[in-house]
Protein backbone atom coordinates (compact mmCIF):
# COMPACT_ATOMS: atom_id res chain seq x y z
CA UNK A 1 0.00 0.00 0.00
CA UNK A 2 1.49 3.63 -0.90
CA UNK A 3 1.75 5.92 1.62
CA UNK A 4 1.97 9.95 1.19
CA UNK A 5 2.82 12.83 3.71
CA UNK A 6 0.23 15.03 4.38
CA UNK A 7 -1.19 17.55 6.87
CA UNK A 8 -4.57 15.68 7.88
CA UNK A 9 -7.06 17.93 9.27
CA UNK A 10 -8.85 15.74 12.28
CA UNK A 11 -11.63 17.91 12.70
CA UNK A 12 -13.22 16.55 10.17
CA UNK A 13 -12.11 13.18 10.04
CA UNK A 14 -11.99 10.13 12.19
CA UNK A 15 -7.98 8.91 12.30
CA UNK A 16 -6.69 5.94 10.81
CA UNK A 17 -5.97 2.87 12.98
CA UNK A 18 -2.17 2.96 14.32
CA UNK A 19 -0.08 -0.05 13.66
CA UNK A 20 -0.84 0.15 10.27
CA UNK A 21 1.08 -0.52 6.61
CA UNK A 22 3.31 2.16 5.00
CA UNK A 23 5.27 5.61 6.30
CA UNK A 24 4.11 7.95 9.10
CA UNK A 25 2.74 11.62 8.40
CA UNK A 26 5.60 13.38 8.51
CA UNK A 27 3.58 16.48 9.79
CA UNK A 28 1.30 14.80 12.06
CA UNK A 29 2.47 10.90 12.89
CA UNK A 30 -0.61 9.51 11.08
CA UNK A 31 -0.83 6.88 8.56
CA UNK A 32 -2.79 8.12 5.43
CA UNK A 33 -3.83 5.71 2.86
CA UNK A 34 -3.33 6.84 -1.03
CA UNK A 35 -5.64 6.25 -2.94
CA UNK A 36 -6.17 4.97 -6.54
CA UNK A 37 -6.03 8.23 -9.11
CA UNK A 38 -7.89 8.51 -11.85
CA UNK A 39 -7.83 12.11 -14.01
CA UNK A 40 -11.22 13.05 -16.24
CA UNK A 41 -10.58 15.11 -19.04
CA UNK A 42 -12.84 16.67 -21.42
CA UNK A 43 -11.52 18.07 -24.68
CA UNK A 44 -10.79 17.25 -28.16
CA UNK A 45 -7.89 15.39 -29.64
CA UNK A 46 -4.42 16.01 -27.60
CA UNK A 47 -1.24 16.51 -29.62
CA UNK A 48 1.40 13.77 -29.61
CA UNK A 49 3.85 15.73 -27.77
CA UNK A 50 1.13 16.17 -24.91
CA UNK A 51 0.43 12.55 -24.86
CA UNK A 52 3.76 11.69 -24.38
CA UNK A 53 4.34 13.78 -21.71
CA UNK A 54 1.19 12.17 -19.90
CA UNK A 55 2.40 9.23 -20.62
CA UNK A 56 5.57 9.44 -19.10
CA UNK A 57 4.65 10.99 -15.80
CA UNK A 58 1.61 8.09 -15.42
CA UNK A 59 4.76 5.18 -15.65
CA UNK A 60 6.92 7.65 -13.52
CA UNK A 61 3.67 7.15 -11.07
CA UNK A 62 3.47 3.44 -11.24
CA UNK A 63 6.24 3.18 -8.48
CA UNK A 64 3.72 5.43 -6.04
CA UNK A 65 0.09 4.94 -7.28
CA UNK A 66 -2.32 3.84 -9.49
CA UNK A 67 -3.13 6.46 -11.86
CA UNK A 68 -5.83 6.17 -14.81
CA UNK A 69 -6.33 8.38 -17.70
CA UNK A 70 -9.45 9.10 -18.59
CA UNK A 71 -10.09 11.11 -21.83
CA UNK A 72 -13.67 12.48 -23.05
CA UNK A 73 -14.20 14.06 -26.72
CA UNK A 74 -15.95 17.40 -26.34
CA UNK A 75 -18.89 17.58 -27.12
CA UNK A 76 -19.52 13.51 -28.18
CA UNK A 77 -22.99 14.20 -29.30
CA UNK A 78 -22.20 17.32 -31.59
CA UNK A 79 -24.94 19.34 -30.03
CA UNK A 80 -25.41 22.45 -32.00
CA UNK A 81 -25.18 24.68 -28.87
CA UNK A 82 -23.12 25.52 -25.90
CA UNK A 83 -25.61 24.25 -23.23
CA UNK A 84 -26.29 21.13 -24.93
CA UNK A 85 -22.39 20.54 -25.73
CA UNK A 86 -21.83 20.84 -21.79
CA UNK A 87 -24.96 18.65 -20.71
CA UNK A 88 -23.68 16.05 -23.29
CA UNK A 89 -20.04 16.07 -21.30
CA UNK A 90 -21.58 16.40 -17.98
CA UNK A 91 -23.23 13.01 -18.84
CA UNK A 92 -20.36 11.44 -20.10
CA UNK A 93 -18.27 12.26 -16.98
CA UNK A 94 -20.94 11.52 -14.68
CA UNK A 95 -21.08 7.91 -16.10
CA UNK A 96 -17.25 7.82 -14.87
CA UNK A 97 -18.21 8.54 -11.32
CA UNK A 98 -18.89 6.25 -8.59
CA UNK A 99 -20.88 6.49 -5.35
CA UNK A 100 -17.58 6.16 -3.44
CA UNK A 101 -15.50 8.01 -5.25
CA UNK A 102 -13.95 11.32 -4.02
CA UNK A 103 -14.27 14.21 -6.56
CA UNK A 104 -12.07 17.26 -7.25
CA UNK A 105 -13.05 19.20 -9.57
CA UNK A 106 -10.56 21.57 -11.60
CA UNK A 107 -11.66 24.74 -12.04
CA UNK A 108 -10.87 28.38 -12.54
CA UNK A 109 -13.69 29.50 -9.84
CA UNK A 110 -11.98 26.70 -7.39
CA UNK A 111 -9.92 27.78 -4.33
CA UNK A 112 -5.94 28.51 -4.95
CA UNK A 113 -3.93 25.62 -3.72
CA UNK A 114 0.06 25.01 -3.49
CA UNK A 115 2.20 22.21 -3.59
CA UNK A 116 2.15 22.17 -0.21
CA UNK A 117 -1.69 22.39 0.00
CA UNK A 118 -2.43 19.55 -2.94
CA UNK A 119 -0.36 17.12 -0.59
CA UNK A 120 -2.68 17.78 1.74
CA UNK A 121 -5.86 17.34 0.12
CA UNK A 122 -4.66 13.96 -1.17
CA UNK A 123 -3.53 12.86 2.20
CA UNK A 124 -7.14 13.82 3.58
CA UNK A 125 -9.16 12.57 0.58
CA UNK A 126 -7.51 9.40 1.46
CA UNK A 127 -8.74 9.13 5.37
CA UNK A 128 -12.39 9.39 4.06
CA UNK A 129 -13.80 6.06 3.49
CA UNK A 130 -13.78 6.96 -0.17
CA UNK A 131 -11.98 4.27 -2.59
CA UNK A 132 -10.84 6.09 -5.24
CA UNK A 133 -9.74 9.83 -6.07
CA UNK A 134 -10.78 11.19 -9.48
CA UNK A 135 -9.85 14.58 -10.75
CA UNK A 136 -12.04 16.08 -13.27
CA UNK A 137 -10.98 18.74 -16.02
CA UNK A 138 -13.44 20.35 -18.04
CA UNK A 139 -14.24 21.15 -21.62
CA UNK A 140 -14.17 24.25 -23.55
CA UNK A 141 -16.99 25.39 -22.10
CA UNK A 142 -16.37 24.23 -18.15
CA UNK A 143 -18.13 22.14 -16.24
CA UNK A 144 -21.69 21.23 -15.85
CA UNK A 145 -23.93 21.45 -13.23
CA UNK A 146 -24.11 17.42 -11.98
CA UNK A 147 -20.81 17.09 -11.74
CA UNK A 148 -20.25 20.68 -9.89
CA UNK A 149 -23.13 19.52 -7.68
CA UNK A 150 -21.47 15.65 -7.07
CA UNK A 151 -17.56 17.25 -6.47
CA UNK A 152 -16.23 17.24 -3.38
CA UNK A 153 -13.91 20.10 -3.68
CA UNK A 154 -13.23 22.61 -6.63
CA UNK A 155 -9.84 23.85 -6.86
CA UNK A 156 -8.22 25.87 -9.64
CA UNK A 157 -4.14 25.02 -10.54
CA UNK A 158 -3.39 28.95 -11.45
CA UNK A 159 -5.31 32.10 -11.54
CA UNK A 160 -4.95 32.19 -15.58
CA UNK A 161 -7.29 30.06 -18.07
CA UNK A 162 -5.62 27.27 -18.51
CA UNK A 163 -6.17 25.12 -21.71
CA UNK A 164 -7.27 21.55 -20.94
CA UNK A 165 -3.93 19.81 -22.15
CA UNK A 166 -1.76 22.18 -20.10
CA UNK A 167 -4.24 21.65 -17.30
CA UNK A 168 -3.53 18.08 -17.19
CA UNK A 169 -0.06 18.18 -17.70
CA UNK A 170 0.38 20.82 -14.38
CA UNK A 171 -1.76 18.19 -12.59
CA UNK A 172 0.39 15.01 -13.88
CA UNK A 173 3.72 17.15 -12.81
CA UNK A 174 2.10 17.88 -9.70
CA UNK A 175 1.11 14.09 -8.46
CA UNK A 176 4.48 13.43 -9.70
CA UNK A 177 6.12 15.68 -7.67
CA UNK A 178 4.47 15.14 -4.31
CA UNK A 179 4.45 11.33 -4.22
CA UNK A 180 8.30 11.22 -5.88
CA UNK A 181 9.22 13.89 -2.72
CA UNK A 182 6.93 12.14 -0.11
CA UNK A 183 9.00 9.08 -0.80
CA UNK A 184 11.95 10.43 0.29
CA UNK A 185 10.94 12.06 2.86
CA UNK A 186 12.17 15.35 1.57
CA UNK A 187 10.49 18.73 0.51
CA UNK A 188 11.78 19.91 -3.26
CA UNK A 189 13.50 22.72 -3.52
CA UNK A 190 11.18 24.81 -5.03
CA UNK A 191 8.62 24.56 -2.32
CA UNK A 192 8.33 26.59 0.53
CA UNK A 193 8.32 25.55 4.11
CA UNK A 194 4.79 24.14 5.52
CA UNK A 195 2.63 27.26 5.11
CA UNK A 196 1.41 28.76 9.07
CA UNK A 197 -1.62 28.98 7.78
CA UNK A 198 -4.66 26.36 8.51
CA UNK A 199 -4.55 23.73 6.31
CA UNK A 200 -6.96 23.13 3.51
CA UNK A 201 -10.42 22.01 4.77
CA UNK A 202 -12.03 19.99 1.62
CA UNK A 203 -14.77 19.21 4.34
CA UNK A 204 -15.45 22.98 5.17
CA UNK A 205 -14.73 23.93 1.55
CA UNK A 206 -17.88 21.26 0.63
CA UNK A 207 -20.21 22.76 3.39
CA UNK A 208 -19.28 26.25 1.73
CA UNK A 209 -19.76 25.61 -1.67
CA UNK A 210 -23.31 23.70 -0.88
Given at each position: ???????????????????????????????????????????????????LLVEEYTNKLKNYCSLHDLPIRSNPRNARDEKAQVDDEDKAVMNLIRSDDWVVLLD???????????????????????????????????????????????????????????????????????????????????????????????????????
Amino acid sequence: MAIISACVSTSCYTPPPSGGEGRLCKYTGQSVRALPIRIITVGKKRSAGVQLLVEEYTNKLKNYCSLHDLPIRSNPRNARDEKAQVDDEDKAVMNLIRSDDWVVLLDERGRDIGSEQMAELIGDAGNTGASRLSFCIGGPYGHGQQIRKRANISIRLSSMVLNHQIALLVLVEQLYRLYAFSSRNTRPKSLSPLLLEPSLDICEQKTKDN
